[in-house]
């Protein structure tokens, strides 16, 4: 690995990921990587060996992105685990390296600007944080940081009452954090937000406002519910989670995904999620039968109206 590194470290690209799967790769093959910026993998070593991780789930995600067709469950929040793609995998970099070019540009920043869930339960004030250095990309103005959030704005305003976050944050409370953050920061942006009634409608809906975002620079906050062994501690309801958008590939003949720049990153890390799969996990409720979804973040004169 510290060849990988000292590559990188020539090409000015030391703070590109680095993975097992590189100690594979040529010299010149690390050197494009770098040029690229890291969205480039050589294709051969992505279908050479499809079984080379030890992971199933890394298995089964590299066969969904180079376009096999896996045998297994269908698309739900329960099955969750089967059909996610790492981004730190062979799957995960070929699916990268398919992104536009605008997107390629807006994934490399969100991922700079990622900070993982300071508490258990604070996902969705994690999300906010991310979008929030994202809007201030400039360098101007400070962007407070997720115990100011929590402090100033969840408790300061009781936006859940007595400011207790076991439950984390549902739909409408993340959609007002947002807003009096926004307010507060002096920020003109509107957020929009998206409940999860229909998957088809969802999976068609979010498909088109993430090709328009290429353009626009919306950001997407998705609150789903999901099962995966290191959050369901035995409990097989699953849990709730939010967390940002962060890219977007869609390929003639293939499923559309989405990164998913997951704040819960010592339990899963960053991932790529078919659209489907997304849609499925944002159309369930929440403990009190209200409907999950996602916001939209976006300037006030290109927010739009709901699709």
């Not at 770098?34 to 480039?40: N, P, V, Y």
């Not at 991780?53 to 269908?74: C, K, V, Y």
């Not at 604070?122 to 999300?127: H, K, L, Q, R, T």
């Not at 997720?146 to 944050?169: A, D, T, W």
Request: charge should be negative; glycine fraction near 8%; include cysteine.
């Amino acid at each position: 690995m510290a060849d990988v590194r000292s590559i990188l470290e020539e090409a000015l690209a030391e703070d590109l990921p680095i993975g097992e799967h590189m100690l594979q790769w040529t010299p010149d093959e690390i050197r494009r990587y770098a040029e690229e910026g890291g969205f480039w993998s050589p294709s051969e070593r992505l279908t050479a060996n499809p079984g080379q991780d030890d992971d199933a789930l890394s298995r089964t995600a590299t066969r969904l992105a180079i376009d096999e067709s896996p045998a297994g469950p269908s698309f739900s929040w329960e099955t969750y685990e089967h059909h996610v793609i790492p981004l730190d995998s062979p799957g995960g970099e070929a699916l990268a390296a398919a992104m536009s070019d605008s997107w390629a540009v807006r994934c490399s920043q969100l991922a700079s600007l990622f900070e993982p869930q300071a508490e258990g339960s604070w996902c969705g004030i994690a999300s906010l944080a991310i979008a929030l250095k994202s809007l201030r990309l400039s360098g101007k103005g400070h962007v407070p940081s997720q115990y100011e959030i929590f402090k100033g704005f969840v408790q300061g305003r009781n936006i859940v009452p007595g400011g207790s976050m076991r439950h984390g944050l549902s739909m409408a409370q993340e959609k007002q954090l947002c807003e009096v953050v926004l307010a507060k920061l002096g920020l003109p942006h509107r957020v929009v937000k998206e409940e999860g009634v229909g998957v088809e409608a969802v999976a068609s809906q979010l498909t088109a406002q993430l090709r328009q975002a290429a353009d626009d620079d919306t950001l997407f906050l998705v609150n789903l519910l999901r099962s995966v062994p290191s959050e369901r501690n035995g409990d097989a309801r699953g849990m709730a989670h939010w967390s940002p958008l962060a890219g977007f590939v869609e390929r003639a003949g293939s499923e559309p995904y989405a990164l998913f720049l997951d704040v819960a990153a010592p339990k899963m890390g960053s991932h790529w999620l078919p659209l489907r799969l997304l849609a499925e996990c944002v159309c369930t409720r929440n403990m009190h039968d209200q409907p999950r979804g996602y916001l939209r973040i976006a300037a006030a004169e290109r927010a739009g109206p709901s699709w």
